[in-house]
């Protein structure tokens, strides 16, 4: 057998003209494959000579794909040049049925392999290739034979090609079969994402197969890769939108007798949520760590499609835990905010999903971040005036702030509603009275004990006092208060209708100065007198709301009058005039001398030792 430079068996191919290829390096694979996709400028190729160089192009990279195109990155390549070879580039159509015919005859899983890679790469350049249902459909039994496929997990890890024996590392394969599994997991997944497929189509996707897609979820979990973990995820929420639309639209198939069938990837999955928690978490994950790609907007709408029908089913509204809620909630604050206007349809779903999730879930019973959900929300919808607003973002963030959680947060923050009272100029002593008795008992008997009032006859000096420290007034005091014509108020004092005529021959008692619980007044101390009985003097000419003696001024809250005037200020006395001068004695011209004094002498009194 030959052996390339290397000491490794070298590998011989043979093609359908009976030419037989033996590459020994990856320079020498690399400049035949360009050597077969490159026609000469002066030569016309036929539809013969294009086939037979597609299928020779094809036979080479799977012959050797195991040697020199190991990595995703020489794979891609070879099937960028064939891309960019004047197979695709003007007869792209032919070569996509030899394609698909060849599958469908083939049993070579190495040619298999290199076949659907090629399919792969060339439906992401032409999105259309994979909307066609007539050429996939025959196709989709044999994915998903490759997909059912058992492979032990420990071989399979993409991320370790290489394993080390005797401390020299040894190139281990990966096996083809896990090739085809996760090449078939992609091609199935571009297929459901952009087709819409029938009823009769969905027949083939059954609870087994949908239960083993949920199993491999969690076989995968610790792969170091992954990709593949990643991509099961994204066909199983792909089949849960193609049964959403099937189950939708039961309305167009109404004449069959034949039974709806209901959204099998929710019912195969609330069998067994307790044993599909990694599912739910790379879930997560994936929304989390999303970019701005049309791949990854279209990850993510599937992703929420399924999450709301997994919070508005109330079999499956508390799967996860609450620690990836509070995730989820991180993950929409900032989609919400950083998704641009072109992005309005993934928008829109986010927010058609957040409602089930802040009411369905544990968080209708947690606070985790409301006020700056409620930010965010308002913030969508704010400066209307000066910004087109969409009347579907508007009406979904009405439904979002409509919720109980919501209600409850507005009631919490606004509180009770407490009105000031308003004090207009009339009211200006109730204001006093009521500010007065707000005060402590404590502090309203310091005040009284360190303050002395002045002898007055109007009453607004004694406001300040409490009934408790106010001595009953004499009948002179009264009569003194009433003949004063400003005091017709009603918030005189309640002695005024009770007051006895004033007796003029009444002996006027000498002023003594005040104590701590006595007030200095003109006359007597009024505590040696008691209260006069009632006498109508007929003084006022309009009616008088009598309040009894026992109640302070202040403490009358419902008299609407105004409160009396007060009575002009005493004149200043007069300024004591200076005393003549008194002449002493004359000057020998006849003028008076005269000696100025600034005062008169008093005379001193001697006061008695006792």
Known sequence: MPLNSDGVVAITMED??????????????????????????????????????????????????????????????????????????????????????????????????????????????????FRSHKRWQPLLPLLMDHILVEIDPDIEDAYFGVTGSSGRLAHVPIPIEAKLRGLGVQLLYEVCRVQKLSVQDLRIFDDAFIDYLLDLVEQTRHMHDETFNYSVIKLVVSLNEQFMVAFLGDQIEQATTEPQPKNRVLSVFMRRLGSSKTFGENMIFMLNRAGRTPEDLCMQLLVLKFLYVLFTTKGTSEYFYTNDLCVLVDVFLRELVDLDENSESLRHTYLRVMHP????????????????????????????????????????????????????????????????????????????????????????????????????????????????????????????????????????????????????????????????????????????????????????????????????????????????????????????RKPPAVPTQKTHGGATITTIKSSVNIPQVKVARA
């Open 16 to 129: 359908d003209l009976g030419i037989t290829y033996l590459v020994e390096n990856p320079q020498q694979f690399w400049s035949e494959l360009e050597d077969m996709l490159n026609f000469g400028q002066n030569d016309i190729p036929t539809l013969s000579l294009l086939d037979s160089t597609l299928r020779r192009s094809l036979a080479l990279c799977a012959a050797y794909h195991e040697q020199y195109l190991q990595s995703p990155l020489q794979l891609e390549h070879a099937c960028e040049l064939l891309m960019d070879s004047e197979l695709f580039q003007f007869h792209s159509e032919r070569m996509c049925e030899i394609l698909i015919r060849d599958l469908q005859s083939r049993t070579d899983p190495h040619a298999q392999f290199i076949f659907y890679h090629v399919l792969l790469c060339y439906g992401r350049r032409k999105t259309d290739f």
């Open 357 to 576: 999730l802040l009411v369905k879930t544990q968080l209708r019973d947690i606070p985790y971040k409301r006020p700056q959900i409620v930010y965010a929300l308002e913030s969508l919808v704010a400066n209307s005036k000066v910004r087109d607003v969409n009347p579907t973002t508007k009406r979904l963030v009405e439904r979002c702030l409509g919720g109980d959680w919501c209600v409850n947060l507005m009631k919490a923050k606004q509180g009770p509603s407490v009105e000031k009272p308003s004090f207009p100029e009339t009211e200006i002593a109730m204001k006093s009275a009521t500010a007065f008795q707000s005060t402590p008992a404590d502090a309203q008997l310091q005040r009284c004990n360190t303050r002395t009032l002045k002898a007055s006859r109007s009453a607004e000096h004694l406001r300040g006092r409490p009934d408790s420290l106010k001595p009953p007034r004499s009948p002179g005091v009264d009569d003194l208060l009433r003949t004063n014509a400003n005091n017709a108020s009603v918030t005189s004092l309640s002695g005024v209708a009770h007051a006895a005529p004033m007796n003029p021959n009444r002996p006027s008692l000498p002023k003594r100065q005040s104590t701590a619980n006595s007030v200095l007044m003109d006359g007597h101390y009024s505590s040696r007198h008691p209260p006069a009985p009632h006498v109508d003097t007929g003084f006022h000419n309009h009616h008088h709301q009598l309040i009894p003696p026992t109640k302070s001024l202040h403490t009358v809250t419902d008299v609407k009058e105004h409160p009396p005037r007060r009575s002009a200020p005493p004149p200043p006395p007069p300024k004591r």
